[in-house]
């Protein structure tokens, strides 16, 4: 069984979990993020960008929120900021083969953007915030806005989807006693992304509204609102919540028995709550508009 000789600190598990987002891009991109576009609508009609508006995108992934922004930001360019180059690569492919030539993606840490400050009109992320070391995400987004600027974002609530929660405690229940040297290191780099108490507080409204005028915003509004995204099978789903990585890697490494009552666990789970339209999964998620 390996073993992981020293604890993991925040830092390296950002860079372990962020390799597996990596890792996964071309299969997040396909499976996640269609079923993400209606949060990103969402977003973008609450920055309300004008032509001409220098827009930054936070985390931006494989692009789509900088693809929805492009267009409206026209002939200005939307700067789109990961911190993992295989993400960018397909971020960049997908904006070329959609003949979006106003968008500049760059490897960059959220929680230090090298730009100077008060340049762009609106910082925006979907579903990006780092789990860890959010805070000093909120006070870069604070010095690089403008003094007329907003910064709007999408974040999860608290409470799982009911599928999202299923699909976790079946994992935790079948999953392999003897993990590879890259899953152990997996689970040590989740371990210290899920106990911190600060990444509890990412997922609770008033908690983050502290923590944003704490920054140095001086107003924090938060609209909540729930969307609903459908599967034809209880295996799409749990493919769509295998996609980040970390769990792939869980599923991958299961004796063979495990996964087979895995997936009898998890469509039996299923079975009463799936429809002819098939199996509707909801996202509670808080979007906040934060000014200066």
Same mark, same amino acid.
């Given at each position: 069984?390996?073993r992981?000789?020293?604890?993991m ?8 979990l ?30 309300? !960008? ?19 922004? @492009?267009?409206? %930001?026209? !002939?200005?360019?939307v ?9 960018? @690569? ?39 915030? !780092?789990?860890?070391g ?8 604070r ?14 609530? @608290? ?6 929660a ?20 997996v689970?040590e780099?989740?371990? %210290? ?6 990444a ?28 609903p ?52 999964? %909801? ?10």
């Amino acid at each position: 069984m390996a073993r992981l000789a020293v604890p993991m600190n925040a830092n390296e598990a950002i860079l372990v979990l962020s390799d597996e987002y990596g890792r996964m891009a071309e299969t997040y991109d396909r499976l996640v993020v269609p079923r993400f576009e209606r949060i990103a609508e969402a977003v973008i009609e609450l920055v309300a !960008p004008r032509p001409n508006e220098l827009v930054l995108d936070v985390a931006t992934g494989t692009g789509l929120l900088a693809r929805l922004l @492009a267009p409206l %930001v026209r !002939p200005q360019t939307v700067v789109a900021i990961d911190l993992t180059d295989p993400v960018l @690569a397909v971020a960049s492919y997908r904006a070329g083969g959609e003949g979006i030539h106003n968008i500049r993606f760059e490897i960059m840490d959220a929680r230090n953007i090298v730009y100077r400050g008060g340049i762009f009109d609106a910082v925006a992320s979907n579903l990006g915030m !780092p789990t860890l070391g959010y805070d000093r995400t909120f006070a870069e987004a604070r010095r690089v806005l403008k003094p007329e600027g907003r910064f709007v974002f999408s974040e999860w609530d @608290a409470r799982l989807p009911d599928g999202e929660a299923v699909f976790a405690r079946l994992v935790e229940a079948h999953r392999t006693k003897t993990p590879s040297d890259g899953l152990a290191q997996v689970r040590e780099a989740l371990r %210290v992304s899920r106990t911190d108490p600060d990444a509890e507080a990412l997922r609770t409204p008033d908690r983050v509204r502290g923590r944003l005028l704490d920054a140095g915003f001086s107003s924090v509004r938060v609209v909540s609102k729930s969307f609903p995204a459908s599967f034809a099978t209880a295996g799409d789903l749990v493919a769509f919540l295998a996609a980040w990585g970390w769990d792939e890697r869980e599923l991958a490494e299961m004796p063979p028995a495990s996964r087979a009552a895995f997936d009898a666990d998890f469509a039996a789970w299923s079975r009463d709550l799936t429809t002819a339209e098939g199996l509707v999964e %909801v996202f509670p998620i808080h979007l906040y508009v934060a000014r200066p």
